[in-house]
């Protein structure tokens, strides 16, 4: 989908990981007594089209996730079992739910998610950290486990994980900054805050490929109600009961960007101040996260507060270029904000009016509507995020 340089190619088909860091799991198979698990998960796409895949997970064996051995196949087994799991829920699309999740899948997913600390639910960690592996030794890039969506799907997934590359960077000018500021060396902060800022910029330019890559009809269509969960959701009010783990229902956010732990580093780093409801939305993603993710955030959340110190230092370059970070974080909420106007509010329309593109899965022919103005995490999505973006400006220091 992209070349060896970062531009498309022609035709599209490839997508070049470059200097990615590995993988969570950089399996792409479980062992074999777990083979029922992975040949469902490699033919999701069309046991969900051919409303199979309920059919198929009833005949799953019970098994065990006691004989995984590591993080390596406890990550690859969430993200097969999350994407089962939402495949068998929405399979017939929104009005076609389940309240009851079978004990066959429930069970073992519950034990993989405590092994983890991550919820039994597809999150952004699955989705996208974990869902990668190198296709080729060109170092392109392909999805181990997908759903329906197709080349939009694969490239939805891609584009997200390449704008978390872009961010690698920034987060290593996050711990030399904070260890500037324990040495009073400024030279290093002002070069590190330099490095942050393009970082951010970079993000945003790597989100740009989305539109590239990702039909607006499919995404909204297809694609996005399988990343939804069931809290706060008007499909799922009650909740899902996981048998055989809990008799009473329980509710858990879909998939968000809001769990990406990058945004929520930088926000901690700059001291960018959120509105209360927003910042609970952003507190309970970080349940979403995995746990050495959520502690980096809060290290960073207990260290010497930036804003203050650049304040202090009455140091013109700094206080320039901490702006320079703000501005670059705004930007590129600004931006996500485009993004989700073209995939989600204009499709919707679009979809409404009857002009939606036939789509590949459960909600082709019937757009989904009851998450047409929340996030696939439950947010009230065009609020939460002009909040946001709007509080992020706030964060410039003023001359």
Known sequence: MLSRDGEPDKPLGRMDGGTLPPPPSTKTELPAPYGPWM???????QLIASHRLRSHVHQMPQLSARHLRGREELHLAHLVLSFITMGYLWQEGEEGTVKVLPQNLAVPFWEVSQALGLPPILCHADFVLAN???KDPDGNLDTIISLPGAESLRGFILVTLLVEK????GIKAIVQAIH????LDHETLHKALQELAEAIGDMTKALARMHDFVDPAVFYAVIRIFLSGWKDNPAMPGGLVYEGVSDEPLAYSGGSAAQSTVLHAFDELLGIRHSEESSAFLRRMRQYMPPPHRAFVEEIRRAPPLRQHVLSSGDARLRAAFNRCVCALADFRSYHITIVTKYIAVAAAKAKAGRAEPGDGPAAGKPPSALE????????IFS????VRDTTREGVISA
């Open 373 to 380: 103005t929340k996030g696939t995490g439950g947010s009230h």
């Open 132 to 134: 990668w592996r190198r």
């Open 384 to 387: 939460f995020l002009k909040s």
């Open 166 to 169: 872009a961010a690698v960077p």
């Open 39 to 45: 040949e469902i998960a490699h033919d999701l796409p």
């Open 180 to 183: 500037a500021i324990l040495q």
